[in-house]
Structures are given as C-alpha cells and as structure tokens.
C-alpha cells in the first residue's frame, strides 16, 4: 500500500510561512508538536528550508530536493525531481513501516506537492508578519475540515494559534 502525503505547515494570517530562510515566530508547542507528528517517517523537504534547519532530524529521515546536481546534505537523502522524491519517500515509508509522509515546505515544496497531498495539518498563527515565502493558496472546495483545536499558548509561545486538519475531499 502507497504511504499518504501529510503536508504540515505553520502559516499566519496571509498565509506566510517564512522570512529570510527562517521561520517569522516562535512556537515552541508547535515544534513539538511538529516533532511529534513526523517522528518515524520520512519528510520531504526543500534545499532552503534543509539550509535552515542546518541538521539531520532525529527519528526521521529526510529527502532534500534540489536541482544542484553537487549539492551535498549530510544524513539526508537527494532528490532533484518530486517524482523522485516521492519514490525515495515511499520506499523509505515501507523500511520504516509507517503509512505517512510528511511535506514539510518551504514554499517551493508545498506548491510542487499540493495535487499529491491527501492531507494537511495546519497552525494557523495568529499574526500578520512581513515574509517572503507563502503557503499556496487553497480551493476550499478540494478540502474538508476535519479536526480543530485550540491549544493553550505556553510561555515560549509568540503569539496565539489553533490547529486544523483539512482533508481532501473524494471524488464521488
Ligand atoms: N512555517 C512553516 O511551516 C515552514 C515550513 C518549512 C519552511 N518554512 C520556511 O519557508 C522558507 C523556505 O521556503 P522556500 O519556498 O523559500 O524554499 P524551499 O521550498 O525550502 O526550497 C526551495 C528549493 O528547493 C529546490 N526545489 C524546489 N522545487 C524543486 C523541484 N521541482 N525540483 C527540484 N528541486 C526543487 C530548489 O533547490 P536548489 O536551489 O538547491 O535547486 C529550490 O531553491 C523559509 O523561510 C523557511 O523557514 C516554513
């Protein structure tokens, strides 16, 4: 059986995500959660966002795409094409028995892999922040809301935010 495609994406009010290769917050329960949600599976993820967490992921296995072909990541796996990363991810899957793969951006990625996604968890932060990397935007129609929570904001929180799990809908 095929793995399914989880995006997971922290994105604010105007669908931001990023600014200057890094993250426009700080959110500690949601990097716990982040961890929690892709422990155990492989992630795929693009060559600036790798650049910007600098590190292999513990308990995950990455795939980093690039069109470098010299590009070298050290403890993570190559991919130049989402075809290609998508059949390391799965293989991947099946050695690590999880039926999930995790997209986990930045923009580039979540763009290239929106038509496989099945899945998306989403925080939506609640900021208007100035950045230059974006969510795609979603047709609502596509997608069925099936889970909300409102988590408690901790101290290392920057700001307030709320979980959503958007499913794609199936053609009847
Ligand atoms: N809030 C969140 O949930 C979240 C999650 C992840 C990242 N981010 C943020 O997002 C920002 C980074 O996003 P980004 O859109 O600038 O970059 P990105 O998606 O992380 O990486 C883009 C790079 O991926 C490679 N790539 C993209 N499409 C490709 C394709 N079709 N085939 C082969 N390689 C491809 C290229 O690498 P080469 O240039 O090497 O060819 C491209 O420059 C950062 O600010 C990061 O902090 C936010």
Redesign the pocket.
């Known amino acids: 059986m095929q793995a399914k495609i989880i995006a997971?994406?922290?994105?604010d009010r105007n669908n931001i995500?990023?600014?200057?290769?890094?993250?426009?917050w700080r959110l500690s329960s949601d990097l716990k959660r982040?961890k929690a949600l892709t422990m155990g599976k492989p992630m795929i993820?693009?060559?600036?966002?790798?650049?910007?967490i600098g590190r292999p992921l513990p308990g995950r296995e990455i795939i980093?795409?690039?069109?470098?072909t010299l590009?070298h990541a050290e403890g993570a796996h190559l991919?130049?094409?989402?075809a290609q990363?998508l059949a390391t991810a799965q293989r991947l899957a099946k050695m690590m028995q999880t039926d999930e793969i995790i997209i986990?951006?930045?923009?580039?990625?979540?763009?290239?892999f929106l038509d496989y996604t099945d899945r998306i968890e989403i925080?939506e932060?609640a900021l208007d922040t100035d950045?230059?990397?974006?969510?795609p935007d979603l047709d609502l129609s596509q997608w069925e809301k099936i889970h909300h929570e409102l988590p408690a904001r901790g101290p290392k929180d920057d700001a307030d935010f709320h979980y959503v799990t958007l499913e794609r809908r199936r053609k009847l």
């Open positions: 997971i994406v922290a994105r995500i990023g600014a200057n290769n890094d993250l426009p982040f993820m693009g060559r600036k966002t790798w650049d910007s980093v795409l690039t069109r470098d590009f991919a130049a094409t989402p990363a986990a951006g930045g923009g580039d990625i979540f763009r290239a925080t932060v950045g230059d990397a974006r969510f």
